[in-house]
């Protein structure tokens, strides 16, 4: 822990820490960070004496605590496309959002995700507004969902379903639901992505709840 002894008075004054002020008990070892000098042990408190006017004196108290411990390596098929075939895009961490966070493999409630009369085990619950972006790294073929207004959405609800090629400033509007209202017949997806680093799924309304079903990404090629 370091301190800052500092004197804010006109005369020479001691100036004391005492250790219960900052979280400590007992004998501390104490270390002159100016001076790169260890000042011994000492119980309870430390007093740097006769400072003058404005004078300070900056100390170190305590022993080294124990290492932080090293975080984990994020393994990569987390967070982008690795392999063959199928990846469901709520197996992937997204690099980035705005507004409502997204929730995985249930509608926005927590309810599984029932469309036309079909219950989908994979997909994404939003809230509006809900942008939220995924790292597929140029790797991924196609992008297949099923979209569709949340039917606990209010009477009149309004929203709109929206796939961007890596982000708004781009202007690469991929595929684009025009307005749906909860009676809305669901909508499927199946577009082409042709190199595209990042796919921006975007679901804008007014307090309203929208489901991305079966939101996968197809890589039809080997990985590297």
């Not at 975080?71 to 496309?81: C, D, N, Q, R, S």
């Amino acid at each position: 822990t370091a301190v800052l002894l500092l004197n804010k008075g006109r005369k020479e004054a001691d100036i004391t820490v005492q250790w219960d002020k900052i979280g400590l008990s007992g004998a501390q070892p104490v270390r002159d960070l100016w001076a790169r000098k260890d000042l011994g042990e000492f119980k309870d408190s430390f007093t740097a004496h006769d400072l003058g006017q404005h004078e300070h004196r900056i100390i170190k108290v305590g022993r080294p605590g124990l290492p932080l411990p090293t975080p984990a390596t994020m393994p990569l098929e987390k967070y982008t496309v690795t392999r063959k075939g199928a990846t469901y895009l709520s197996d992937l961490y997204y690099i980035w959002k705005a507004g409502n966070a997204p929730v995985y493999d249930t509608t926005y409630g927590g309810d599984p995700i029932r469309l036309a009369g079909q219950t989908f085990k994979k997909g994404i619950g939003c809230k509006s507004k809900c942008a939220v972006m995924f790292k597929v790294n140029g790797r991924a073929d196609r992008f297949r969902a099923i979209v569709a207004m949340d039917k606990s959405s209010k009477e009149n609800a309004k929203g709109r379903f929206r796939v961007y090629n890596e982000d708004f400033f781009a202007n690469q509007v991929l595929w684009d639901s025009r307005e749906m209202t909860k009676d809305s017949p669901a909508k499927e997806i199946d577009i082409e992505l042709n190199d595209v680093q990042c796919l921006m799924l975007v679901f804008n309304g007014k307090d309203v709840l929208g489901n991305w079903a079966d939101a996968h990404v197809i890589n039809e090629a080997e990985s590297d």
